[in-house]
C-alpha cells in the first residue's frame, strides 16, 4: 500500500499496470506521485523466427519512434531492422547451396 500521506492526482486511482508512480519531493517540501511512462519492449524478428530481440536497435515508445531519424531505428544491412544478424546470415549461407 502507498503512503498514506499521498493520494493518487490522476484519473486511476489503483495501482494498476497502466498507472505506475514513483514518490517525488518537491522544492516546496511536499511529497508527490510522479507517473512513470511505460517501457517499450523494442523491437524483434517476427514470431516464426523466434521472436528475438534485435540487436543495435532502441527500444523507443510510439511517440519517440516517429520523430527519430530512420537509421537510428535499424541497422545498416540488408532485413536491418527486421531480421538478425544470424538469420540473414543464414538466408545468405542457403541461397548459396540452392545455387550449387
Known sequence: MACPRLSY???VHYATR?????K????GNNLVFQKNKKRSQGPHCPWTLGHTRLAGTKALRH???RTTSRYR???SRPYGGVLTGEQVRDRVVRAFLLEE
Not at 497502466?18 to 514513483?22: A, E, H, L, T
Not at 517525488?24 to 522544492?27: A, E, L, N, V
Open 24 to 27: 517525488i519531493r518537491t522544492p
Open 63 to 65: 511517440i519517440d519512434n
Open 73 to 75: 531505428k535499424s541497422t
Open 18 to 22: 497502466s498507472n505506475r508512480v514513483k
Open 9 to 11: 492526482v490522476r484519473r
